[in-house]
């Protein structure tokens, strides 16, 4: 990319949900943002290095090599961020936390986007119309597991043990099949998933505003509803947004009419506009 940069203005938030830290991350500089949902583990006493910690160091990483290697394509930035992590801390693929990336960075003529996992990036076009970009593989694993804790919220077992116990069983699932060619794709300590990420590139004028979020602000959008599109949602404040759907998942405190994995999900969501 070059090296002008025009000014955009980003505004933050993020809330912890329900689990014993808020795993989410974000990073912000001159000309870069991005979310880092780091994943949660549903083991009765949490490791040491979990997902928040992973988190906070891969992102502490990208944000350095953002800045000190500007003309390096994204995915490239975003393997030697991971194998740097990895490296440093000695990260092995089976045992590693993991974490979605959502990235966005621009100079005065471009905004290029990274997705790494079930995170989103959402362009506002200038028309209202509207882009979407998140990797979905992750849901195609362990589907058994899937349907039945939510068959079990559905009858109104609530996030009980049994809850907890599947989704440790569908967490141990996933690992299997995690940044192999027939799973799923994510930052771990496999440095050559980040080849695997999703990237587009536009130019300015086809952009009004970005919207990223990890999965559990997304939801205002993708699940619940709360907001008709990404254009809507782009124009209120990001703290505004989060306890909105905070509050829905209250309303529905057992995950009887809205099925997930914990009462509240950690949610961050960086709301950019051009100046």
Known sequence: MGTANPHVTITAATRKGSGRTNQDRYITGPNFAAVLDGASDFTEEGPERDGGWYAQALGAKLRELLIAESEMGIPQLVERAIGGVASEHDLRPNTSPTSTIALARWDDEHVETYVLGDSTVAIIH??????AYSDDRLASIGGHLRRAYRERLAAGSGFDDEHLRLLASLQAEQAKWRNRE???WIAGATSTAASRGIVQSLEWPDVSRIAIASDGAAAAVSKYRLFASWAALAGLDAQEVLVAVEAHESRDGDGTAWARSKRHDD???LLLERS
Not at 126 to 131: F, Q, R, T
């Open 267 to 269: 949610k961050t969501l």
């Open 182 to 184: 027939d799973g799923y």
């Open 126 to 131: 200038p028309d209202g119309s509207e882009d």
